[in-house]
């Protein structure tokens, strides 16, 4: 079995999907792109990226020809793979959203052709991937023989210039031989390494464990934050110390809370996938909780010195350095409180134009300088991106929490330790 063909359509050009379809770009593969948005659809066509780690020069030589919306589905008809890179958000109740794939699916099954590879990217529930695609595959087809099935999941790492895409390991699965085959044989030409494992539902609970690792690590550097400040010791300091060990040791750092789609929801997916079982989750369910108190936690000990004259300046409002994406960013929880209680305050972002909070648009300043930061009683640094000029905000501004733990002053006397 060799690939003949190698026209690919990359499905949802969001925070994983445009990434991925400008990385296949580069490796000379006919790409096109559908995103059931017109505006992001319409921006790409004039070389404007949304999202932090695109450039707008990476979008140039993308054919604008195969960037389609709900209006093109036919185009489907002319690709060998499909890789679907669409949200699965919780809803209210606390499962898993399924709802985009499976509308995706719904409104492009028609489309389908034979020897097609279709490729879920999409962080699901184990067992899903074939839940949602095989009963509908096989109604006109047979998977593994005249259609191919696969999950990858994704592993972007939005602003960290450190490890590429394409550099970091990608784990592969197939629903057979002959479908692993497809994906191996197009995911080996586009990232360094692969690595296969033995079913699908291995690849999707990989992907769900890798951040319930991370959830309850972060949990464990918070809750330390706080028992460190008890104590009068920068947390900082405390974990570089003992990342100095050779072995056994992984740093995690703490901050203000914990945001974007990842490590917050993630373990909610395998929360949720236990519950079916009648297994309970006490460690992720406690990660979880220690995660979002935290934010109150800082809240609560940096309002002491403030009154509702204190003008107060947020830097950062990103869910994490050097990104634009603001989903779940526990900086949002700090504006939102601060504009519910009638403080002054702003917000500086050069990642960030504009939040909404409550419906109404709150917008970044334009610029940050000596002459601005002076205007303001309190500066809170929630996300440090690497672009900020810190010594300048150190000596021109009252810093009184800063997410790195080196910033920081004396204000009445106490230090936070973050």
């Known amino acids: 079995m060799k690939i003949k063909y190698k026209k690919i359509c990359v499905v949802g050009l969001g925070y994983v999907g445009l990434p991925l379809l400008t990385l296949i770009q580069k490796k000379k593969f006919t790409v096109f792109g559908y995103d059931n948005d017109e505006k992001k659809i319409s921006k790409l066509k004039k070389n404007i990226s949304y999202i932090s780690d695109v450039k707008n020069k990476e979008l140039r030589k993308i054919n604008k020809k195969n960037l389609f919306s709900k209006n093109r589905l036919k185009e489907i008809t002319k690709v060998d793979y499909i890789i679907i890179c669409l949200p699965t958000p919780l809803n209210l109740s606390g499962s898993p959203d399924l709802s985009f794939i499976r509308s995706f699916l719904d409104d492009t099954f028609k489309f389908f052709k034979k020897n097609q590879t279709i490729i879920l990217e999409s962080t699901v529930p184990p067992g899903a991937t074939e839940k949602i695609f095989l ?3 096989n109604t006109q087809f047979t998977v593994g023989k005249d259609i191919y099935l696969c999950f990858s999941p994704e592993r972007i790492n939005p602003g960290n210039s450190k490890y590429k895409l394409e550099n970091i390991t990608k784990v592969i699965s197939g629903y057979s031989e002959k479908c692993l085959l497809s994906i191996k044989q197009l995911y080996e030409k586009i990232f360094k390494n692969v690595h296969v494992t033995q079913d ?7 992907k769900i464990y890798e951040n319930t690792y991370r959830s309850v690590n972060i949990s464990l550097a918070n809750e330390m934050k706080i028992i460190s400040e008890k104590l009068g010791i920068n947390i900082h300091n405390v974990i570089n110390a003992s990342a100095t060990k050779e072995f056994g040791f992984v740093p995690f750092y703490p901050g203000p809370g914990f945001g ?3 490590i917050p929801v993630d373990p909610l997916f395998l929360k949720w996938a236990a519950k079916q079982l009648n297994v309970n989750t006490e460690f992720i369910s406690l990660a979880n909780t220690i995660n979002y108190k935290v934010s109150k ?28 994406d603001i989903r779940l960013s526990p900086a949002l929880i700090f504006l939102k409180y601060y504009i519910k209680n009638k403080y002054k305050v702003n917000y500086f972002d050069p990642y960030v134009s504009d939040v909404k909070i409550d419906r109404k648009k709150i917008y970044s300043l334009k610029n940050l300088n000596k002459k601005i930061l002076k205007k303001y009683d ?16 150190q000596k021109n501004s009252k810093i009184i929490y800063d997410t790195k733990g080196v910033y920081i002053k004396k204000i009445n006397n106490n230090v936070i330790f973050c």
Request: net charge positive.
């Open 135 to 137: 009963k509908k595959l």
């Open 200 to 206: 699908i539902k291995t690849a999707e609970l990989a």
């Open 260 to 262: 974007g789609h990842c």
């Open 297 to 324: 936690w800082i809240l609560q000990k940096i309002n002491k010195n403030f009154d509702l004259k204190s003008k107060i300046l947020i830097i950062g409002i990103s869910y994490k350095k050097n990104v634009n």
């Open 378 to 393: 309190k500066v809170l640094i929630l996300s440090d991106h690497d672009c900020l000029d810190y010594s300048m905000i």
